[in-house]
């Protein structure tokens, strides 16, 4: 899971790779999921953190692994400045808007259900080089 791949050994890339695919298989899975959360974190937002830590779901520690990992290879100029925080929080926003969004998505784009979905299978490595793209040196 996602805290699995946080703490990983894996190189940078590798690990944003994981996490891409990690997030759109639970997407692809329950694509309304987002807009449930959404409307819970609007309602109750003490119940998703307390679900969350239930089943074990938050980060924690995990996280600053991904943050000394992040620091380190911004140290190596292997990509530019930026903060973990930020990174994550880029990478959730290409990856959950399309699913939230979808109603409007769809009519903007001019899709269908099938051809939408189509549109999010290509979304998946579209998204890896935008973000890879996005934090070289």
Do not use: C, T
């Not at 890339?13 to 639970?26: A, G, R, V, W």
């Not at 292997?78 to 994550?88: A, Q, T, V, Y």
């Not at 189509?118 to 973000?131: H, P, Q, S, T, W």
């Amino acid at each position: 899971g996602l805290q699995e791949i946080l703490s990983s050994s894996s190189q940078l890339n590798e690990k944003i790779e994981q996490l891409i695919n990690f997030y759109l298989s639970k997407l692809d899975n329950n694509p309304d999921l987002p807009a449930f959360i959404l409307q819970e974190l609007s309602v109750n937002p003490e119940r998703i953190f307390q679900l969350m830590q239930e089943r074990q779901r938050l980060p924690g520690r995990s996280r600053l692994v991904f943050d000394e990992q992040v620091r380190e290879a911004v140290r190596k100029g292997r990509i530019r400045e930026i903060d973990s925080r930020h990174l994550i929080i880029n990478i959730l926003s290409l990856i959950v808007f399309p699913y939230v969004g979808r109603p409007y998505a769809k009519m903007f784009l001019e899709h269908d259900e099938p051809s939408y979905k189509a549109f999010l299978k290509i979304r998946r490595k579209e998204i890896l080089n935008f973000v890879l793209k996005a934090i070289e040196p």
